[in-house]
C-alpha cells in the first residue's frame, strides 16, 4: 500500500469515528430529552391527580353546604310556624 492510499485510509477513519461521536453524542440528548419528558409527564400527572382530589372535595363540600342550607330552611319554616301571624315564612335563602 503505497503512502496516498494509506493517508486516504487515515482520513475516512477519522471521519467515521466523528461521525460515530456525533451519533452517539445525538442519542445521549435523545435519551436526556426522553428522560425530562417522563420526568414532566410524572409531574404533571401529580399535579393532576391533586386537582382531581380538590375537585373532589369541594363537590362534597357544595353538595354538604347544599344540604344545610335545605335542612336550613326547612327548620326556619317550622319555627315560623310556632310564630304569631305576622311572621315572615323563609322561601329562599
Given amino acids: 500500500m503505497d503512502w496516498l492510499t494509506g493517508y486516504r485510509l487515515m482520513q475516512m477513519l477519522v471521519q467515521r469515528q466523528d461521525a460515530e461521536r456525533e451519533m452517539s453524542d445525538k442519542l445521549q440528548k435523545m435519551a436526556d430529552d426522553k428522560q425530562s419528558a417522563v420526568e414532566l409527564t410524572a409531574s404533571l400527572q ?3 391527580a391533586a386537582a382531581e382530589t380538590e375537585k373532589r372535595l369541594a363537590e362534597r363540600s357544595a353538595a354538604k353546604l347544599q344540604k344545610d342550607k335545605h335542612d336550613l330552611k326547612k327548620t326556619l319554616n317550622k319555627v315560623s310556624l310556632y310564630r ?6 323563609v322561601d329562599d335563602v
Fill in 84 to 89: 304569631p301571624a305576622d311572621s315572615v315564612v
Fill in 46 to 48: 401529580r399535579t393532576l
